[in-house]
């Protein structure tokens, strides 16, 4: 496997598939002919059916700039793909075309060029699989967290540090904003009001529930509006890892040492979905990308409550278990509806599946790597509509009755 900086990656929203991995694939392909005087682009898929909502027009021109470039929405959903992030990018110099490439976003602001091998990072673990993993930690007495030491040196800490301030950073310029977010679904800016909305007679529960969930609101907020925010695993889903850690950092004063060793656990279940299924909700659902990131803060909050390996296991299997078969239909193509909340959902089931995981771990059934394998065979099996197309369930719905 790669580094854990593939699932954590700073960026501008609203989506790594849909913007950041298009204005990748752009400047890269600019790189490849400089004396081109203008550019087309072929959007397919999920790209061509949600692209304007998420921006994957404006990422592309601005990243080509100042060249002109033509922009072709191309939904014909019979073209065969190998995968629902395609593109097809094509430089001219006049009416001569220099060259022609496709590009596929596969998930997290990644991208590959279609039958060609991805060679932007060296393989870094030698471990695949969860139960490989664990086998080596047992074997060596060690944490999670001292694995990802051992396998990426010390500096992936101090990366980590860089992640954790723009997470938290997200929060904070989330909740100090008010007003509708851009694009056209007028969806107002709720984090700030669920932050100080008080309840009158509030429990402990209450309290947890209330401001974990604005956290989530904040960077998913910040999110839709294209703000800074950090992919854990992607944009959509950027809102659950950060809004767990704060509230417990806080809450239970935690140090950010102690914060930064739960990032490296929560990254390692990241990138294990990553390698062996997808974070791509245009290929498996919003399950490849909530599900993966409450998997993540599970497994990262088991660690920053002192877990063995076998909790973390189990609470970050439940959260995956628990998302399958989970859709993929944003309203208007904007990662807004349902998006925004299923971020706060996806954070208290992460506490939840902890709190399970810490009285059952020995009666569980399943494994982590069995219940990846399920959820990528669950997204391949989804019906196309349900997959970030918002051809299907509430974005088709919404837009009849309106």
Known sequence: MKSIRQVYKIGK???SSHTMGPEKAARLFALLCPEAESFEVILY??????????????????????RPVKII???????????????????????????????????????????????EEEEVYEQNSFAEIAQYCKSHNIRLSE??????????????????????????????????????????????QLFNQRHMDESKSTYQ????????????EQNADGGRIVTAPTCGSCGV?????????????????EILDALAVGGIVGLLVKTNASISGAECGCQAEIGTACAMASAALAELSGMGI??????????????????????YGLVQIPCIERNAVAAMRAINAVTLAN??????????????????????????????????????????QT
């Open 45 to 66: 898929g999920s790209l061509a059916k949600t692209g304007k909502g998420h921006k994957t027009d404006e990422a592309i021109t601005e990243a080509l700039a100042p």
């Open 310 to 331: 076998d909790q973390i296991e189990y609470a970050a299997e439940i959260a995956i278990e628990h998302h399958l078969g989970l859709t993929c239909d944003p309203i």
């Open 73 to 119: 929405f191309n939904t014909d959903s019979d073209i065969a793909l190998l995968h629902q992030n395609t593109m097809d990018f094509a430089a001219f110099l006049g009416d001569e075309t220099l060259l022609k490439k496709r590009y596929l976003s596969i998930g997290g602001g990644d991208i590959i060029s279609e039958g060609e091998f991805s060679a």
């Open 147 to 192: 694995y990802v030491r051992r396998m990426e040196g010390e500096e992936i800490f101090a990366y980590l540090a860089g992640i954790w301030d723009a997470m938290q950073q997200s929060i904070m310029e989330g909740l100090s904003k008010t007003g509708a977010l851009q694009g056209g679904l007028k969806v107002e800016r709720r984090a700030q």
């Open 13 to 15: 929203g609203p989506s």
């Open 241 to 257: 890892v950060p809004a767990v850690l704060k509230y417990y950092k806080d809450e239970h004063a935690r140090k950010d040492k």
């Open 359 to 400: 009285f059952l771990t020995f009666t569980r059934k399943i494994s982590l790597d069995l219940i990846i394998k399920t959820m990528y065979d669950t997204g391949r099996d989804m019906n196309r509509n349900y997959r970030e197309t918002s051809d299907g369930g509430l974005a088709k719905l919404y837009k009849l």
């Open 209 to 220: 529930t209330r401001v974990c969930c604005s956290y989530a609101f904040a960077a998913s």
